[in-house]
């Protein structure tokens, strides 16, 4: 099957791999300017569970009034095509990225939305102006270093009942050593990494969730299968 040049170029740059020096930004940066055209297309095929993701995300504010949202390490701001025309019930939605190749993308995309923010941050220096009624992480966790730190913050930025949304790759006790190990190198090349970690902590900040795991193909690596798990936590009182 023919491949388009900037489906080649985002292959290329996976395989060559995110860089080891320099600070996380200017990583993102270097890794991600080069497929930023290719991102979406070849993302698509590789980032599963996000429109199921965001259908929960709205069933939980179906009750709120003009709900205030933020995606923490929104790229370029896909999963407002998710949301759809739902987004004109939203007060605010915050994409928030420290990636300017992505967020040139995100903010051509909601160039007419004029209740969508792009801000370009390190997500752990991101304070909206009022308590938050969700937050969205999709596929970003395992790619902040420092993401016990956004959790936290996450937790913190909620209102009481708000909603924590969570999709991304993960490793399982059901996988044997040697394909967690597979997958954590694989990804790692990335700057990807997976950790059981993540979920664990979920669990603890936001005991009322509901939680899934799948697997899912990973383009170009026929046969092969990997973890991701979607997740949809509520704050409660006890938890603020
Ligand atoms: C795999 S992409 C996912 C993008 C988008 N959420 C999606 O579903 O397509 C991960 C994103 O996290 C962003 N990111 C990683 N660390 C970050 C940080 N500390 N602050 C803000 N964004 C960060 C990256 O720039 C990248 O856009």
């Not at 069933?59 to 025309?85: F, M, S, V, W």
């Not at 969508?116 to 909206?128: C, H, L, N, Q, S």
């Not at 913050?153 to 059901?174: N, R, Y």
Request: glycine fraction near 8%.
């Amino acid at each position: 099957m023919p491949i388009s040049a900037a489906r080649f170029g985002t292959l290329m740059q996976l395989l060559r791999g995110q860089r080891r020096h320099g600070d996380h930004a200017g990583r993102l940066q270097a890794f991600y300017a080069p497929q930023a055209d290719g991102y979406d297309d070849f993302r698509e095929r590789l980032l599963h569970g996000r429109q199921e993701l965001v259908a929960g995300l709205l069933a939980n504010l179906a009750q709120t009034n003009r709900p205030i949202l933020a995606e923490l390490g929104a790229g370029t701001g896909k999963n407002l095509d998710y949301i759809g025309r739902e987004v004109a019930r939203f007060k605010r939605i915050d994409l928030v990225d420290l990636c300017p190749a992505l967020l040139a993308i995100a903010r051509r995309r909601a160039a007419s939305l004029a209740n969508v923010k792009v801000i370009e941050a390190d997500v752990r220096r991101y304070r909206p102006a009022a308590a938050l009624d969700a937050v969205l992480c999709s596929y970003s966790l395992s790619m902040m270093p420092e993401w016990r730190e956004v959790l936290d913050l996450a937790l913190a930025l909620l209102k009481p009942g708000g909603t924590m949304a969570v999709v991304d790759f993960t490793v399982t006790a059901g996988q044997s050593r040697f394909a967690r190990r597979f997958w954590q190198a694989w990804f790692g090349h990335d700057g990807v990494r997976l950790s059981p970690e993540h979920l664990a902590l979920l669990r603890r900040h936001f005991p009322e969730h509901r939680y899934q795991e799948r697997r899912c193909a990973v383009p170009y690596l026929p046969g092969l299968t990997v973890p991701y798990y979607l997740f949809i936590g509520r704050k409660t009182a006890g938890n603020a």
